[in-house]
């Protein structure tokens, strides 16, 4: 089992800017791929940003430009740095972990909350 604890969400004014941070509770060197996902209130969860060990990334369509997904192996740590925040990134946002066995298994944070609005 694999916990990853996120922190850094908060309320913010458009136009701000937030950093979300990830701490799995096992080595980055480990995880296939990290991710970041959202959900807002009636919607289904998305993705925002995934990082694979390759290193590859990809971004929802909505936050290329603005969000940067980011690790950094000494800290162990997984970042989203989120820019140019606009009301409609408001959402409950997760940090993933894909780790590849036998399967593939993903990991869930508990979510932190983002609020954007003036």
């Known amino acids: 089992q694999v916990q990853l604890v996120e922190s850094g969400g908060g309320l913010v004014q458009p136009g701000g800017s937030l950093r979300l941070s990830c701490a799995p509770s096992?080595?980055?060197?480990?995880?296939?791929?990290m991710g970041w996902y959202r959900q807002a209130p009636g919607k289904q969860r998305e993705l925002v940003a995934r990082l694979t060990s390759g290193p590859t990334t990809n971004y929802a369509d909505s936050v290329k430009g603005r969000f940067i997904i980011s690790r950094d192996p000494a800290k162990n740590m997984v970042y989203l740095q989120m820019n140019s925040l606009k009301p409609e990134d408001t959402a409950v946002y997760y940090c993933s972990a894909e780790i590849i066995r036998v399967v593939t298994m993903t990991y869930w944070g508990q979510g932190t909350q983002v609020t954007v609005s003036s």
């Open positions: 096992t080595s980055i060197f480990s995880i296939y791929a």
